[in-house]
């Protein structure tokens, strides 16, 4: 699963757009709707133009990306169509990497603003919903919010990030998908670093720790949620489900044991825990006698994070982001 940063499931970049809609400036959407071959950024990425002639994300930079804002900015000043849908391809790019992008460019109208508003009343809620765009043969495209699966006819194209594009039709529809949750568990100088790096390539962090004087939100503003208590009732008690991730970095060995004997039953598909390759050896004998499988036991990362040599607290976060974001781009972790 990719980052959802700058893609229509981003709540910041929609409420940047719907900012810049709502001030009454020509506000210009272009969104990746399908791929073929190598292309920087995949099928949901997105880039808009909004107040001030700024851009917002991307489509992956390069000729690709600089040909999609010239036709933004076209569609802004009334020089160019209002909306397009175009193949970047690679006889018309030359990009080094090959491949071909359909993208789809569209000025926002006055009846967007429901489509707008019911994307972010959608993230207040936590709802689960299908994004829909059709770009017809003439006339402007439309954007939708589904609370079901929209009943479609016709081949369809799938691509990343649970996105379909309907060539006959010109639709791209995409599906709801759960945002896995980070949970870390210790809020000590490691997991302060950390915080803000994971929440900046798009992962949503929630933080534990059974000190109150660490625990608090004011030291972790990009945390969805900071809690005190006991490690092991927290690690119970918590929605830990099979696409989330469980980092362990508490005070002391016997705690980050006790951690990972309680999440690790409820498979979460990354398991990080801080430590040296001796602790490794302990834990590994310790969590084969509590159950957890041979298989989940040879996943779990410990030490946590890439080997780069990282000694301080930004530097192991580094470490431990570059191998979260590969594991993400990779999928599961061990195979049942």
């Known amino acids: 699963m990719a980052d959802f940063t700058g893609t229509l499931r ?32 995949e099928a949901s990425a997105a880039m808009a133009l909004v107040d001030d002639g700024v851009f917002v994300g991307t489509v992956g930079g390069g000729k690709v990306e600089a040909m999609a804002q010239e036709r933004c900015l076209a569609a802004a000043s009334g020089t160019g169509p209002t909306d397009d849908l175009t193949w970047y391809t690679h006889s018309i790019t030359h990009m080094a990497c090959g491949g071909d992008a359909l993208i789809g460019i569209h000025r926002l109208a006055p ?30 495209a439309t954007l939708a919010v ?29 599906e709801p998908v759960a945002e896995p949750v980070v949970y870390i568990f210790g809020a000590g100088h490691v997991s302060a670093a950390l915080v803000p790096a994971l929440a900046a390539v798009g992962f949503v962090c929630e933080v534990a720790d059974d000190r109150p004087e660490l625990a608090r ?22 929605p830990i489900g099979p696409s989330d991730y469980v980092v362990v970095m508490t005070h002391g060995h016997v705690a980050d044991l006790d951690v ?17 390759r001796s602790k490794r050896a302990l834990f590994d004998a310790e969590l084969a006698r509590a159950g957890i499988s041979p298989a989940e036991v040879a996943a779990l990362h410990l030490p946590i994070g890439d ?30």
């Not at 301080?312 to 195979?335: D, F, K, L, N």
Request: glycine residues 8%; aromatic residues 8%; contains cysteine.
């Open 217 to 238: 939100p004011e030291r972790f503003p990009l945390a969805r949620a900071v809690r005190c208590g006991d490690f092991v009732p927290l690690a119970q008690s918590l």
């Open 260 to 276: 990972l004997k309680a999440a690790m039953t409820r498979h979460p598909t990354y398991v990080g825990c801080i430590g040296s």
């Open 307 to 336: 080997d780069i040599g990282a000694v301080t607290p930004a530097e192991i976060a580094v470490s431990v982001v570059a191998q979260m974001v590969r594991h993400r781009a990779g999928g599961t972790h061990y195979q049942q």
């Open 146 to 174: 589904r609370s079901q699966e929209p009943e479609m006819a016709g081949p369809c194209i799938p691509g990343a990030n649970a996105t379909r594009w309907y060539p006959d039709a010109r639709i791209y529809v995409e």
């Open 10 to 41: 981003d709540p910041r970049f929609v409420e940047r757009v719907a900012r810049s809609f709502a001030q009454g400036a020509p506000t210009v959407l272009a969104a990746v709707l399908s791929c073929r071959g190598s292309m920087p950024r």
């Open 111 to 140: 009846s967007d603003s429901v489509f707008l508003a019911q994307l972010l009343d959608a993230f207040d809620e936590g709802a689960q919903l299908w994004l829909e765009a059709h770009w017809p043969e003439q006339g402007p």
